[in-house]
């Protein structure tokens, strides 16, 4: 099923190697009980960490990871962490108790036409909530830091992805502002097969009820990786010591979600239509990994690629991230969405701007 959907070979990484790096490191996951902060927890669980840390604030998701991690690695010493990375002082609170050599980002609202419905939530989740977990990870002497980003971060025309871009620009003002050696990092990858709101399932369930199968537009496209993949490439890019950046890897073609759909239809054996819906608030046809505001370089992982901003200018402060936070916390969500994109072109010196 992975290589029908991928379209490609599905990639691999180390992780034999990957267990020397992280044996006897203390690693915390936000988001964990999410699609892919859950199946990092599960992958580290097995890659014999010291310690794991496992923070939300879904309490019946969070519950879950932390039953199957225990099942998965019996004796392995671990912390549920029941709390929202918009509230700093638990977040510090919680940081300063766990100690973490590691820290995995993860925690994010991801959902594109949901977001431009709520902009506020975006910025005070998707960039306040960097803040605030990159402080305290500060703070508490973390060594690594990865922030989960996304290939909508690329040329964003919605606010998940405008607020995801701010957030990698954040990291590099960290670095100008804050003297640490923490090593700062985000990984942008495409839709992952399987996770939630992922087309995959969405299209399974649409066939079993006997359809029609929904495809917003006929030629709408997407990158795919398997959750395997997007683990691998978040915990190998963890792992590079002197690099800091975002990064991406290399995924072929993009894959027609029509021809997908087809696909799936063709192996149901079932006579089920299709139904096209037309574009959401902030949908693009196509997505993109890199920009023109980036500089793309190879890693030292294969197919792996490093981005760094293209301007100097390029970077967000903390005082920056404050303003947007002030705005969302006062204003209506159709200033909060012009602000977020105005602070964007602002940093990337961007001539062409989105429209509201």
């Known amino acids: ?8 070979p599905e990639g691999r990484f180390d992780f034999a190697q990957l267990r020397a790096f992280f044996a006897g490191k203390r690693v915390l ?15 580290l669980a097995r890659l014999g960490c010291a310690h794991l840390a496992m923070l939300d604030q879904f309490d019946h998701g969070l519950l879950e990871i932390v039953e199957n991690v225990k099942r998965v690695s019996p004796g392995l010493s671990t912390t549920d ?8 002082g638990r977040l510090d609170a919680w940081m300063r108790r766990i100690e973490p050599d590691v820290v995995i980002h993860s925690a994010a609202l991801k959902h594109v036409h949901l977001g431009e419905r709520h902009p506020v939530e975006c910025v005070l989740t998707n960039l306040v909530g960097v803040r605030n977990a990159v402080g305290a990870a500060a703070k508490a002497g973390a060594e690594h830091f990865v922030l989960i980003s996304s290939d909508k971060a690329a040329a964003p025309t919605c606010v998940m992805g405008a607020t995801k871009r701010l957030a990698e620009l954040y990291l590099h003002g960290f670095r100008l502002e804050e003297p640490t050696a923490m090593k700062l990092k985000s990984v942008r990858f495409g839709n ?4 939630q709101g992922s087309v995959l399932p969405r299209f399974s369930a649409q066939i079993e009820a006997g359809g029609p199968l929904e495809v917003t537009h006929p030629d709408m496209e997407r990158f795919f990786m398997s959750s395997e993949e997007a683990v691998g490439l978040i915990l190998s890019v963890t792992a590079l010591e002197d690099e800091h950046g975002a990064y991406f890897m290399e995924m072929g073609e993009p894959v027609s979600i029509l021809e ?13 239509g299709i139904e096209f819906t037309g574009l959401r608030p902030g949908e693009k046809l196509s997505e993109q990994l890199t920009d023109e505001y980036d500089q793309v370089e190879p890693s030292k992982l294969p197919s792996v690629f490093r981005i760094s901003p293209a301007s100097a200018d390029a970077y967000m402060t903390t005082a920056d991230v404050a303003h947007l936070e002030m705005l969302a916390r006062s204003m209506e969500n159709p200033i909060v969405r012009q602000r977020v994109f105005a602070h964007l072109d602002e940093r990337l010196s961007r001539q062409e701007r989105v429209a509201g």
């Not at 962490?81 to 700093?88: G, H």
Request: charged share 20%; proline share 2%.
């Open 260 to 272: 997908l759909g087809r696909d799936l239809i063709a192996k149901s054996g079932l006579p089920i």
């Open 192 to 195: 992952v097969l399987g996770s």
């Open 1 to 8: 099923m992975l290589s029908f959907a991928l379209r490609r």
């Open 81 to 88: 962490a029941l709390c929202d990375i918009r509230d700093s």
């Open 29 to 43: 996951v936000t988001g964990a009980a999410g699609s892919v902060g859950g199946a990092l927890c599960l992958k």
